[in-house]
């Protein structure tokens, strides 16, 4: 795919709408009528649509809930949950959203802390991807196929079941999803020897705006480039990948050091900082923080910011830049509401992205010009997005 250059005129027209209740429950009335008219063929979807209306309705929302922060009453819930154990499947609910004015929010393992995997300001519909989670290893070849919905401990054992000598660079939490995690860039525990784990995909399966299923000789190098680092949920839903498998040692040892702020921690941490560096590739060491009493859920937040906070001086400044693999809204968002992203404190993609973010939205203007795929932290497509600023600019 072949990137054009744009002109920096861009005419841009409000469009101003509000959703009364009538609107939302049509809406979603017209998307389950709008999927019922395609066709089943082999992968029949009715079974795997669920309703509020439906008694499992809030247990398959909440098995992948990881902020408990929005479990609460008040957070938006998606209108419909769906999901698909294949991938044509996922074309049809793509159209039937476009047709019917519902946004996708599309779930993996749900670890997305900020919950924009499955909340969302205006009505929606979350796909969940918890049944296209097969793993397939090729242990001669020393390559893997995994659905999105795969998790990082299923890939792994899967991996062990083939070869005791053969690992994946990604997270060490076993319930994190694949999807969001390889898209983000995918840090972990054998970054120093072999990158990430988007720097160890050799393919990947993606369903774009325009319902097409594509991999990447189809979607081409610029898209492929996008979806590995730069958040696959701003350009489609992924649903697989085929990933490189590396070497590793038949033993790993791992080992535990605990301190407190009275043992000396803080200059433990400082002493790391200045050696981790200069260490042997094949050595990690991480650090975790965590508080010894137990604290209600405000307590804890306030203790979060306030530790924040102490450690702005010692980061990124001018812009400060966003952690790898994790969302900050404070540093902005786009507002979703309506057809185009517009600001209420601007998104700021260089702080996530830095120079990548302009190539990003070129990227995002050729696959999804209209934005379709939009979220708080998205990719926007360059005419909600001035070049001048690097930031949503409307």
């Known amino acids: 795919m072949k990137i054009p250059s744009f002109s920096t005129l861009t005419l841009i027209i409000f469009f101003i709408s509000t959703f009364s209740p009538a609107a939302t429950a049509d809406g979603h009335d017209h998307f389950l009528e709008c999927l019922s008219e395609y066709p089943d063929n082999h992968a029949p979807i009715s079974h795997l649509v669920y309703t509020k209306a439906n008694s499992s309705y809030t247990s398959i929302l909440q098995a992948a809930i990881w902020n408990l922060r929005f479990t609460t009453e008040s957070t938006p819930k998606p209108h419909v949950i769906i999901a698909p154990d294949h991938e044509s499947q996922i074309p049809p609910i793509i159209r039937c959203a476009k047709q019917t004015g519902l946004e996708i929010r599309t779930r993996s393992g749900g670890h997305d802390m900020e919950g924009l995997s499955y909340r969302s300001q205006v009505p929606f519909v979350v796909i969940d991807l918890f049944n296209l989670g097969e793993v397939t290893v090729d242990a001669e070849a020393k390559t893997a196929w995994l659905g999105a919905g795969a998790t990082l401990g299923a890939l792994y054992y899967h991996i062990s079941q083939k070869s005791l000598l053969l690992g994946f660079p990604a997270g060490f939490c076993p319930t994190v999803g ?217």
């Open 178 to 394: 694949s999807g969001g995690h390889f898209s983000g860039g995918g840090d972990g525990t054998m970054v120093r020897k072999y990158g990430m784990a988007a720097d160890n995909i050799i393919d990947a399966r993606i369903v774009d705006a325009r319902g097409k299923i594509l991999d990447r000789e189809s979607m081409g190098e610029d898209l492929f480039w996008a979806i590995r680092g730069g958040g696959g949920a701003s350009f489609g839903v992924i649903v697989a990948w085929k990933v490189l498998l590396v070497d590793v040692p038949e033993t790993v040892t791992v080992f535990q050091v605990s301190k407190t702020l009275e043992q000396n921690a803080t200059e433990l941490v400082q002493k790391w900082q200045s050696v981790a560096p200069y260490t042997d590739k094949d050595l990690f060491v991480g650090i975790l923080l965590n508080r010894i009493d137990n604290e209600n859920a405000q307590r804890y937040v306030d203790w979060v910011k306030r530790y924040y906070d102490y450690m702005t001086p010692y980061v990124s400044s001018n812009p400060r830049s966003a952690y790898v693999n994790y969302r900050d809204l404070d540093f902005g968002v786009n507002n979703v509401v309506g057809g185009r992203a517009m600001h209420r404190r601007a998104f700021g993609g260089k702080r996530y992205y830095k120079n990548n973010f302009d190539r990003l939205v070129l990227v995002k203007t050729m696959v999804d010009p209209e934005n379709f795929f939009r979220f708080e932290a998205s990719i926007p497509p360059i005419h909600s997005w001035s070049s001048d600023k690097g930031v949503c600019s409307i």
